[in-house]
């Protein structure tokens, strides 16, 4: 008897074990690529990063299951792969690549875990009925950010700084309706097999459009930092962070899996601080807090009511 009361909790330790592991490698370096992409950014243009990034990230997952032989996708599943590599990759990330060029990596990352919000208000016009918890989420968070903000009044007379606020805003927005897109046409499609695939068409999109707009540099140009940079985001923000978060979604409840949306912006505000000499002031934690407060009160919402 105890030895299968053992066995029982070893198996129970081994299959709640390796999911939270994989949540917390996901909390951490996705924290970290947002220091990559503003290392990587400062010698070379920012959407020609994110294409050769997306390119050999897509390009090692087409590979994989090229060689395990996968089945492709079919008919309207191209649709929804198309619309998201479009939406995630595409506009997403390539813009808040190009948004941390302007402004510090820790502000980035917290504009970019705004997304949360950005599907609420989405939903609102969509004709979705909001939770108390959520309009109070809603307002938390806003204050929060007007806090943050308070810090970088003067900032806001300087264009760049402008440009870069813009291009991370709209990178969060076009990811929460990338979420909302991929919960309303959600298929049995391998999600890694998609990823890869998505991946590998916005780099051709990123490629087509340096291109067109002349913005590309020889890649005998590129420095050896960009590379590492570069080699730094295929690895872990492409391709071991995707693997591991995905596996954490399936194996872990959402309240949990979630968790890394609050981790992130801590990650990359903490190590902007160290390696770049970004300001952390009393504001910045302050309103960093509060906004993360108010973001959790809207997940929770949005689980509670399943918007």
Not at 4 to 27: D, E, M, N, Q, R
Request: proline content about 4%.
């Amino acid at each position: 008897m105890k030895a299968k009361i053992k066995h029982a909790v070893s198996s129970k330790i081994k299959t709640i074990g390796l999911p939270i592991l994989a949540l917390c490698f996901v909390c951490f370096f996705w924290g970290t690529t947002w220091i990559a992409s503003k290392e990587g950014v400062k010698y070379m243009p920012a959407l020609q990063l994110a294409a050769i990034r997306q390119f050999i990230g897509g390009s090692l997952y087409l590979c994989y299951f090229l060689y395990k032989k996968a089945p492709w996708p079919k008919g309207k599943q191209w649709k929804a792969i198309i619309i998201l590599s479009v939406l995630n990759f595409v506009l997403s990330n390539g813009l808040s690549t190009w948004g941390v060029k302007y402004i510090s990596s820790g502000l980035g990352a917290i504009i970019g875990a705004l997304v949360p919000l950005w599907v609420v208000i989405i939903s609102l016009f969509r004709g979705a009925k909001l939770a108390r918890l959520a309009f109070l989420g809603l307002l938390v968070s806003f204050a929060g950010v007007c806090v943050i903000f308070y810090d970088h009044l003067s900032d806001f007379l300087i264009p760049d700084f402008r440009f870069g606020i813009l291009l991370s805003i709209i990178a969060t927005i076009t990811w929460a309706f990338g979420t909302l897109y991929t919960k309303k046409k959600a298929a049995s499609f391998n999600p890694y097999f998609s990823l890869g695939i998505q991946m590998f068409l916005s780099s051709l999109l990123l490629f087509a459009y340096n291109g067109a707009t002349g913005t590309s540099v020889r890649l005998s140009a590129i420095p050896m930092m960009s590379w590492l940079s570069i080699a730094y985001l295929v690895l872990f923000g492409s391709v071991l962070t995707f693997i591991a978060f995905i596996y954490a979604l399936q194996n872990l409840p959402a309240h949990i899996s979630s968790i890394y949306a609050y981790i992130n912006p801590i990650v990359a505000v903490i190590l902007g601080t160290i390696i770049f000499g970004e300001p952390l002031t009393i504001a910045i934690a302050i309103g960093g807090g509060v906004t993360l407060s108010g973001l959790y009160m809207v997940n929770y919402s949005m689980r509670k009511t399943k918007i």
